[in-house]
């Protein structure tokens, strides 16, 4: 399978291809795009050949059903056959099983998925792009004089002349269609014939004002005599475009509604509109080409009030409905992409109002549910509400048939569960996937060859879903089931189930870390790991993305394991891919990235580098901020948690005022969360409490820090106390803190008590691992050391800082972080053996410090 957004050049490739094998003898052709998901299949019956044959698919996720009863049938035939897919983006419309056999599911769940990279990738030279758009402005110089519509021109001498943009490094030329139509654009606009484009309008919308020329001039030609205006004619190739038609039937239904097209004017029209741009096949109506110009123009044509919308539904038959949502969604996206939000929010809301006073066709629900992209943030409300409308339809056509249905309302609330989650609805996404998780049991219980990866994907989903209630001992149980099955199946059939492997052991490392088992959260990371590294080798860009969601968490497990520099570099990893990703396609991974930055922000400021720190942070919460503004209740959380790595980060730069204000605003997130939802928050909101106490501290503001971090320690001492695994680390850093404020505030009995309370916790953490906890195990005898000494308890005091700086001394070279709490031990150290009378040792001490050498191992 071949993926990649509209104008990247797949159809260009495959042709190309097919042409190529033809020379050698092989037969080849793509599939007609008028067969369609139609109940009825065509006669596949012709494909039968004794030469090797290759096919190739186009708009495959608009057609899944389509296409598993052709891979059926070529299964059958046994014939030896190379069957090339097309499309926008991969999906459920390829993985899901949409009750094909297991063999057919098998094939397409081992396709092999290239995402079709840039003709010209940013990291090469602009010098290549220059020449990219010379060539194509001389070949397409040399095709302009064969329309007739134009006068003669010398376009060779102008092609020649004329220079690229001076932005031509841009990621949107990474896109070879947009760098065609920007010469096409500079060929015309220096021509004999130039329209009005205001400067920064897009090269589609300048070529559509060279094609309305030849609209009209075509509409008003003997043959249909079409007198209507230039916005009637516009809006009549929206239509075609937005629709299609396989039947004049179906032309005439939609073109009726048209503003401003008299009734007996209504079929010249659909006959015009016919002409126009001939259609493939035995179908009516073909379309503006290329595709993204056709979007393009459709979207556009709904923003100015020429269509009405949720009249064009009602007139579109099942087929149709699903092409108008599709076309939409996708004009969407690319509007989203290269940077025209408010044209991409204004086209998904003119949508959701059409669809609010409209009613769908079941089969159109579905062909455009399976057509949608995944992931994509943009589109991911118009999925939740036709994935809704599935769900419910399903459900009622259980009622009268469960042995025919219960497999489609199972996939319709296993998908519900997820889009829930994205829009941020945790309780109703739980509740929907434990209906899922129910009905697959059943299922695969009766009939488990069928139905048991379906089973164990949904546990996956029913593990996160749990976990993001804060039922974490639930998550881990159902995660380990899920990883159980794909195990099994993976020895059975690697190819097949490897990849599932590893996305359940992937979640599996996260509620092993969560419930406080991180030694095993990280080997299960790592082969989670291990798996996507071998996949992404043998395919970079199929299987990065997958491959960089995994380095996040292993970035993390590394972390909680004190390999730092190793999560460092692992994070960077990650942020790399992502970067990559986003600036392609932000609508799919600016999500991604933000989390992946957020989470390199606190390795840097652990590796000593903090305005790179402080930088990737701000980035991290510009991008969580701008998500949250359209969609609080999905995004909130994140924004919290990258405000609470902010304010560190502010704090760290000596920018405190700013650094507090940013903390409130993530506790007052967290309260309001956790007000809502204790159990899954309250964690959230104590380690945002316990920082907001240090900074308030920082502030001068003793009171209330002191108070603060007494909520902090209350809420984590009731947690501990159910899962001590899982909370004790997060415990005692929050009695460090609250140890500090007591002593500001004069208690320095509770101080004391509290501060060794912290000790314990963490000497018996340290001792199970040793890299992970040493440094906080130095901290908190640093703090106890400080109150020992404010006691005058001179010798006790002594030993905390011998122990402290032997524990700073062995991680300081690798976390240099850590080095001015090193230093501040070691000058306590020289003046505590100055009051006890052991100048010689104080001087040495002082002339490490001197020197900022570090000293020598403490048992010398």
Not at 98 to 118: G, I, K, N, T, Y
Not at 193 to 206: K, N, W
Not at 631 to 652: H, K, M
Request: hydrophobic share 40%; charged share 20%.
């Amino acid at each position: 399978m071949l993926t990649g957004p509209g104008g990247q050049g797949k159809t260009r490739l495959a042709r190309r291809l097919t042409d190529t094998l033809g020379w050698r003898g092989w037969v080849t052709g793509h599939l007609r795009s008028d067969l369609t998901d139609d109940p009825a299949p065509p006669d596949f019956t012709t494909l039968t050949t004794s030469l090797p044959l290759l096919l190739v698919v186009d708009y495959a996720e608009t057609r899944p059903r389509l296409l598993r009863r052709l891979i059926t049938h070529l299964h059958r035939s046994r014939h030896r056959v190379r069957v090339l897919l097309l499309a926008r983006s991969d999906g459920q419309w390829r993985t899901g099983s949409l009750q094909a056999v297991p063999a057919v599911r098998d094939l397409l769940e081992e396709a092999s998925v290239v995402p079709l990279a840039p003709l010209i990738p940013t990291s090469r030279s602009t010098r290549d792009r220059r020449h990219a758009f010379h060539r194509a402005s001389q070949d397409l110089a040399r095709l302009l004089p064969l329309l007739p519509t134009l006068p003669a021109h010398d376009w060779e001498s102008l092609a020649a002349a004329l220079r690229p943009p001076a932005d031509l490094h841009d990621h949107r030329y990474d896109n070879v269609l947009t760098l065609q139509m920007t010469a096409l654009v500079g060929l015309l606009q220096h021509g004999p014939r130039p329209v009005d484009a205001a400067p920064g309008t897009p090269p589609e919308g300048t070529l559509l004002k060279h094609e309305d020329r030849f609209w009209e001039a075509s509409a008003k030609s003997p043959a249909y005599r079409l007198d209507l205006p230039a916005p009637t004619l516009g809006a009549a190739v929206a239509v075609a475009a937005l629709c299609g038609a396989a039947t004049k039937d179906e032309a005439l239904h939609v073109i009726t509604p048209l503003p401003g097209l008299p009734a007996h004017q209504t079929a010249p029209a659909a006959n015009w509109l016919a002409s126009l741009y001939p259609a493939d096949g035995d179908r009516y109506w073909g379309s503006l080409q290329p595709d993204r110009v056709a979007e393009y123009h459709a979207s556009r044509t709904l923003a100015e009030g020429n269509i009405l919308l949720s009249a064009l539904f009602d007139a579109a038959a099942p087929g149709q409905q699903a092409q108008l949502i599709t076309v939409l969604a996708r004009a969407a996206i690319a509007h989203y992409n290269v940077g025209r939000t408010t044209d991409s929010e204004q086209i998904l809301h003119t949508m959701d109002t059409a669809l609010d006073t409209t009613s769908l066709a079941y089969q159109a629900v579905l062909m455009a549910t399976e057509a949608l992209p995944y992931p994509s943030r943009i589109t991911a409300p118009l999925a939740l509400r036709l994935i809704g409308i599935l769900a419910r339809t399903n459900r009622q056509l259980v009622q009268d048939n469960p042995a025919a249905y219960e497999p489609d309302l199972a996939v319709s609330l296993s998908n519900l569960g997820v889009q829930l989650s994205i829009a941020g609805r945790g309780d109703e996404a739980l509740t929907i996937t434990e209906d899922a998780v129910e009905i697959y049991r059943r299922l695969a219980a009766g009939n488990p060859a069928a139905y048991e990866t379906n089973l164990a994907a949904s546990l996956v989903n029913l593990g996160v879903r749990l976990s993001e209630a804060g039922r974490r001992g639930e998550a881990l149980t159902i995660t380990e089931d899920a990883v159980e099955i794909y195990r099994r199946l993976a020895a059975g059939n690697q190819a097949a189930y490897e990849l599932d492997l590893a996305d359940s052991l992937s979640n599996l490392g996260v509620q092993l870390s969560k419930a406080g088992r991180r030694g095993q959260a990280l080997t299960i990371t790592e082969d989670a790991v291990e798996i996507y590294r071998r996949f992404a080798a043998g395919n970079p860009a199929a299987y990065e993305t997958n491959l960089a969601a995994s380095l996040v968490n292993l970035g993390g497990r590394l972390s909680e394991a004190g390999r730092r520099v190793e999560a460092l570099t692992t994070m960077e990893d990650a942020v790399e891919i992502y970067r990559r990703l986003a600036a392609g396609n932000p609508a799919a991974y600016e999500s991604d990235l933000a989390v992946s930055l957020s989470n390199l922000g606190v390795q840097l400021s652990i590796a000593g580098r903090g305005d790179e720190a402080l930088t990737i942070t701000e980035d991290a919460v510009e991008v969580r901020r701008r998500l949250a503004a359209g969609n609080p209740a999905a995004y909130e959380p994140d924004l919290a948690a990258s405000l609470v790595n902010l304010g560190g980060r502010l704090s760290e730069a000596g920018r405190n005022g700013e650094g507090l204000t940013t903390m409130e605003d993530a506790v007052e997130i967290y309260r309001r969360l956790a007000a809502g939802n204790p159990a899954a928050y309250e964690t959230n909101l104590a380690r945002s409490l316990s920082n907001l106490g240090v900074q308030l501290s920082m502030a001068g503001r003793g009171d209330e820090a002191l108070t603060i971090t007494e909520d902090a320690v209350e809420i984590y001492r009731r947690l501990a106390v159910g899962d001590q695994a899982a909370y004790e680390p997060d415990l005692a850093v929050s009695l460090v803190n609250l140890g500090v404020q007591l002593s500001m505030a004069g208690r320095r009995g509770e101080a004391l008590t509290i501060t060794e309370d912290a000790v314990e916790i963490y000497r018996r953490l340290a001792a199970g691992n040793q890299a992970a906890y040493e440094p906080d195990l130095a901290r908190s005898l640093s703090a106890l050391a400080l109150l020992l000494a404010a006691r005058g308890e001179l010798p006790r005091a002594l030993r905390a800082t011998e122990e402290a700086v032997e524990l700073y001394r062995r991680h300081v070279e690798t976390l240099p972080s850590y080095s001015p709490r090193f230093h501040t031990m070691l000058d306590l150290q020289a003046d505590l053996l100055e009051r006890l009378g052991r100048e010689k040792e104080a001087e040495a001490v002082r002339r490490w410090l001197r020197k900022d050498l570090l000293p020598p191992d403490s048992h010398n």
